[in-house]
Nanobody, 128 residues
């Protein structure tokens, strides 16, 4: 079992920055990738960003490219999501996820089915 706990959500104004963290514990050996998803009220959970452990390759949703950066600290089993130039449409509950599946193409990590474990989520609210 793997436990994922997100930190760093909050209320910010448009244009501000925020950094989310997700700490993993438990059976973390074998995790091949970590991802971030988000879910706004009344909408489906959507992919935001992912990072592959083997080579730190990353993939992003078009809506966040150039504004968000995903990174990880292997020693701390923690993944981060640096969010800059936040917009009201970024308002959502943000979830981190862990995948035990290795894919040669990072595009596979944009799908929810690639992930085996999920955190409980942290609320991000961006006011206009």
């Amino acid at each position: 079992q793997v436990q994922l706990v997100e930190f760093g959500g909050g209320l910010v104004q448009a244009g501000d920055s925020l950094r989310l963290s997700c700490a993993a514990s438990g059976r973390t050996l074998g995790i091949d990738a970590r991802g971030w998803f988000r879910q706004a009220p009344g909408k489906e959970r959507e992919f935001v960003a992912a990072i592959r452990r083997s080579d730190d390759s990353t993939v992003y949703a078009d809506s966040v490219k150039g504004r968000f950066t995903i990174s990880r600290d292997g020693a701390k089993n923690t993944v981060y999501l640096q969010m800059n130039s936040l917009k009201p449409e970024d308002t959502a509950v943000y979830y981190c996820a862990a995948s035990f599946n290795y894919y040669s193409s990072t595009s596979y990590y944009t799908g929810r089915s690639a992930y085996d474990y999920w955190g409980q989520g942290t609320q991000v609210t961006v006011s206009s």
